[in-house]
């Protein structure tokens, strides 16, 4: 498995401000990955973030409003910016160990955006 | 894209009972992921399925790859307040793709 944290757990944001959220993991790794989750949703892929190469971005998120970056093969930022109450969500980072396909996830960022 | 549907969606049953849950897909996938999320917490990673038929226990959970290689089945024996939470199957969405696509989940009550 593998030790993931996100900073910060949590925050109340107003309207039209960003907030960038940390990931931090125990060992290195070559994929990351964010997702969001929508309140009583299941989790929806926002990027994929390599070490070395820009972030590929799933159908409905944008780098404009979700920028990434992936400095090094141990952390990881997402930002979410210009925020508005929709944004208000768990944002969870992963990343892929042990086996193919096996995501181990961070805690979770919960978001509330007034 | 492709879409995973889990049944029940939610399920309230008494402790010590057994549970038995499914995520189905309208195609074939290749490796079957099982995770438990608990409330305020970032899903982890119960059981990993690779193959066809394959049964892999986990403690008192088992979960099978369904033959069909469109569904998987997760079940849990004598439940204890600990195993309340949302499960989620979850499965790449294409073969060589490290995408995961998560199904809809199971919420799991246990009735005191």
């Known amino acids: 498995s593998a030790v993931i944290s996100q900073k910060p757990s949590r925050d109340i944001c107003q309207r039209g401000t960003s907030l960038t959220i940390q990931c931090q993991v125990d060992s290195q790794v070559t994929m990351m990955f964010w997702y969001r989750q929508q309140p009583g949703q299941s989790l929806t892929l926002i990027a994929t973030a390599n070490q070395g190469s820009e972030a590929t971005y799933e159908s409905g998120f944008v780098i404009d409003k979700f920028p990434i970056s992936r400095p090094n093969l141990t952390f990881s930022t997402l930002t979410v910016s210009n925020m508005s109450p929709e944004d208000s969500s768990i944002y969870l980072c992963?990343?892929?160990?042990?086996?193919?396909?096996?995501?181990?996830f961070g805690p979770g960022t919960r978001l509330t955006v007034t | 894209g492709q879409q995973l549907n889990q049944s029940p969606q939610s399920m309230f049953i008494q402790e010590g009972e057994d549970v038995s849950m499914n995520c189905t897909s309208s195609?074939?996938?290749?490796?079957w992921l099982w995770y438990k999320q608990d409330p305020g917490e970032g899903p982890v990673l119960l059981i990993a399925l690779y193959k066809a038929g394959e049964l892999t226990s986990n403690g008192r959970l088992t979960a099978q790859f369904g033959i069909t290689r469109k569904d998987s089945f997760l079940n849990i024996s004598a439940s204890i307040p600990s195993d309340v939470g949302i499960y989620f199957c979850?499965?790449?969405?294409?073969?060589?793709?490290?995408?995961?696509?998560f199904g809809t989940g199971t919420r799991l009550t246990i009735i005191p």
């Open positions: 979850a499965g790449p969405e294409r073969f060589g793709n490290e995408k995961l696509t």
């Open positions: 195609s074939i996938f290749n490796t």
């Open positions: 992963s990343v892929e160990r042990d086996r193919p396909y096996e995501q181990y």
